[in-house]
């Protein structure tokens, strides 16, 4: 089945523990993203990548690292967690970064 | 950054009811798309349009690229309980997709 996984769907951190959120597609999409939603702000993007090795800052990357070393993860790390970072977060893969997005489950992040 | 507009922001409607939502751009798309997003879940697309004017349907759901390419509608006709959830348009941005800030329907019996 096609899928994009995130991990893990729910965590509870404290300020400044650094934390990861895994991304995996089975679909060998070249092009990765990641989203955080928040009420009322609708879904803006933190980090992209179009290939392997190549990544690049959407709208608010502030707080958030990435890396694409295997076209099939696209990690998301947050070094120092802050509670402005408690959000909903959304990996997507597709073909092109303009297509059709294939969304994962989401990581519901709370920072205290 | 660029920025999509949706409205209504949210709307509470009676099973049964007709639906319609629009996203509006202060630039041209070539491209707009359609998204539900499921209470708990990741958003999925829902339909794709390409040509300014087209009018595509996938069910009950029926969406319109606007003829200025500056905006777009989708329609969902009698509307069931299923439907609620949050709808985003989003249109290609130089290689990525932007998204609007999406359109909140709650469907009661």
């Known amino acids: 089945e096609a899928q994009v996984t995130q991990n893990p769907r729910y965590l509870i951190t404290v300020t400044g523990k650094k934390l990861t959120v895994t991304c995996s597609q089975n679909m060998n999409h070249e092009y990765m993203s990641w989203y955080r939603q928040d009420p009322g702000l609708g879904l803006r993007q933190i980090y992209y990548?179009?290939?392997?090795?190549?990544?690049d800052k959407g709208d608010v990357p502030e707080g958030y690292k990435v890396s694409r070393k295997e076209k099939r993860n696209f990690p998301l790390i947050l070094e120092s967690p802050s509670p402005n970072q408690t959000s909903l977060y959304f990996c997507?893969?597709?073909?092109?970064?303009?297509?059709?997005?294939?969304f994962g489950e989401g990581s519901r992040l709370t920072v205290l | 950054g660029q920025q999509l507009n949706q409205s209504p922001q949210s709307m509470f409607i009676q099973e049964g009811e007709d639906v319609s939502m629009n996203c509006t751009s202060s630039s041209i798309f070539n491209t707009w798309l359609w998204y539900k997003q499921d209470p708990g879940e990741g958003p999925v697309l829902l339909i794709a349009l390409y040509k300014a004017g087209e009018l595509t349907s996938n069910g009950r759901l029926t969406a319109q690229f606007g003829i200025t390419r500056k905006d777009s509608f989708l329609n969902i006709s009698a509307s069931i309980p299923s439907d609620v959830g949050i709808y985003f348009c989003?249109?290609?941005?130089?290689?990525?997709?932007?998204f609007g800030t999406g359109t909140r329907l709650q469907v009661f019996p």
């Open positions: 997507a893969s597709s073909w092109r970064g303009t297509g059709e997005l294939f």
């Open positions: 989003a249109g290609p941005n130089t290689d990525k997709l932007i």
């Open positions: 990548s179009m290939n392997v090795e190549v990544t």
